[in-house]
């Protein structure tokens, strides 16, 4: 199983677009390193995407069928 991880940026790390908006800080879902959604500007928002990759991951690992809406 893959590692699902957040990282956190500060300070000048943080992208210019949301340093325009007053954020010091964001969020990314790192998968295996790689980010893979974000810059959250929450870690709310970032542990709730965290929870869909590690449902999806799940969800591919054992070969369940795909949900329908």
């Known amino acids: 199983m893959p590692h ?9 790390a943080v992208p210019p677009a949301l340093q325009r908006t007053g954020a010091l800080a964001c969020w990314y879902v790192v998968i295996d390193g790689v980010q893979r959604s974000g810059p959250f500007t929450s ?24 949900l329908a809406a």
């Not at 991880?5 to 000048?12: D, T, V, W």
């Open 4 to 12: 699902i991880n957040i990282m956190s940026m500060i300070g000048s």
């Open 43 to 66: 870690l709310d928002a970032a542990l709730a995407s965290q929870s869909i990759w590690r449902f999806e991951l799940a969800m591919r690992h054992k070969d369940f069928p795909a």
